[in-house]
T-cell receptor
Framework: QQQVKQSPQSLIVQKGGISIINCAYE??????FPWYQQFPGKGPALLIA?????SEKKEGRFTISFNKSAKQFSLHIMDSQPGDSATYFC??????????FGAGTTVTVRA | DAGVIQSPRHEVTEMGQEVTLRCKPI?????LFWYRQTMMRGLELLIY????????DSGMPEDRFSAKMPNASFSTLKIQPSEPRDSAVYFC???????????????FGPGTRLTVL
């Protein structure tokens, strides 16, 4: 069973809009929460990551919001661009290596 | 930097045949990971090597799967005999984990798309 539940499965947003992807986990021992971006035919690439001692992290147009008490975290893509069209995976791990990935969200940005 | 290199990029084989997937990690990285990606199960970690030693192979689905890392610049994932349900995209990733408590980015290769007929 997946240890990290991700939603929605897919979303369509207009250029300039906001894309929001949500993830939830059960294991309170998770201490590292990265988001990966994957383009068709490519491997996933780290986009942004957060640790549970921080409630928000922003890098450019991408923001992670983390709610430790609710065991949820989300990715916000501001001012979405057609080049952001990709599949996004949330993940969680205990320690340095064993990432558990969500099922992925396919984001389509319409021009 | 060339990034993680995987070969072949595509492999089509028949059920029962042996399949070998290859990976060259980023130079200087001391950790290597093999993942499998399918629509049904998503991205799954199969095995993790640190300094060429297998640390965690709990994700290897069954004895038909084996992985080796004879040196710091090469790893193989072998399936023998292959079955149609092994059809998936197999990714290799590497990272530099100098400290046990460090959270170092895993760099993924382009993947090998395996189709078993």
């Amino acid at each position: 069973q997946q240890q990290v539940k991700q939603s929605p499965q897919s979303l369509i947003v207009q250029k300039g809009g906001i894309s929001i992807i949500n993830c939830a986990y059960e294991n309170t021992a998770f201490d590292y929460f990265p988001w990966y971006q994957q383009f068709p035919g490519k491997g996933p690439a780290l986009l942004i990551a957060i640790r549970p001692d921080v409630s928000e992290k922003k890098e450019g147009r991408f923001t992670i919001s983390f709610n430790k008490s609710a065991k949820q975290f989300s990715l916000h893509i501001m001012d979405s661009q057609p080049g952001d069209s990709a599949t996004y995976f949330c993940a969680a791990s205990i320690g340095v290596y064993k990432l558990s990935f969500g099922a992925g969200t396919t984001v389509t940005v319409r021009a | 930097d060339a990034g993680v290199i995987q070969s072949p990029r595509h492999e089509v084989t028949e059920m029962g045949q042996e399949v070998t997937l290859r990976c060259k990690p980023i130079s200087g990285h001391n950790s290597l990971f093999w993942y499998r990606q399918t629509m049904m199960r998503g991205l799954e970690l199969l095995i993790y090597f640190n300094n060429n030693v297998p640390i965690d192979d709990s994700g290897m689905p069954e004895d038909r799967f084996s992985a080796k890392m004879p040196n710091a610049s090469f790893s193989t994932l072998k399936i023998q005999p292959s079955e149609p349900r092994d059809s998936a995209v197999y990714f290799c990733a590497s990272s530099s984990q100098l400290l046990i408590s460090s959270y170092n980015e895993q760099f993924f290769g382009p993947g090998t798309r395996l189709t078993v007929l």
